[in-house]
């Protein structure tokens, strides 16, 4: 189900306790995308996604590598689980979200980039 992105949402009652109603009527620009829940998987795959105006995104579903910016340098190197994330749960069920920590030959990564909106998966080398 996709996210609803409405202008006010700070304030849902008045003062006195009385329910605000809302100020303008749904639109579809409004509309925020599924939370694509990248995975670590050894099968990468990869959606496109139509976006408005007719440009795409891709959307990483699952992941195997991270290309890995340590000293200059980038290096494809192989993920093997995410070690911690904002989230506990996606720690556990090793879903990659921006700031996740990933654990790799090289030593833990940190996740620099949205993989639901980029399309790869991309990182620095945490010290």
Excluded: C, W
């Excluded at 006010?8 to 100020?23: A, I, L, N, T």
């Excluded at 579809?28 to 007719?54: C, I, M, N, Q, W």
Aim: hydrophobic share 30%; charged share 30%; aromatic share 4%.
């Amino acid at each position: 189900m996709e996210e609803y992105h409405e202008g006010r949402k700070k304030k849902v009652s008045s003062g006195s306790g009385g329910r605000r109603g809302r100020y303008r009527d749904k639109k579809k620009a409004h509309l925020g995308g599924v939370f694509s829940s990248t995975k670590v998987s050894d099968e990468p795959r990869r959606e496109t996604k139509r976006l408005r105006g007719g440009s795409t995104r891709a959307k990483v579903k699952r992941s195997a590598f991270v290309n890995v910016v340590s000293e200059g340098k980038t290096q494809k190197v192989k993920i093997e689980g995410v070690v911690e994330s904002h989230n506990p749960h996606y720690a556990r069920q090793n879903i990659i979200t921006k700031g996740a920590v990933l654990n790799t030959a090289l030593g833990k990564v940190r996740v620099t980039n949205r993989v639901g909106q980029d399309g790869v998966v991309n990182g620095v080398l945490v010290k």
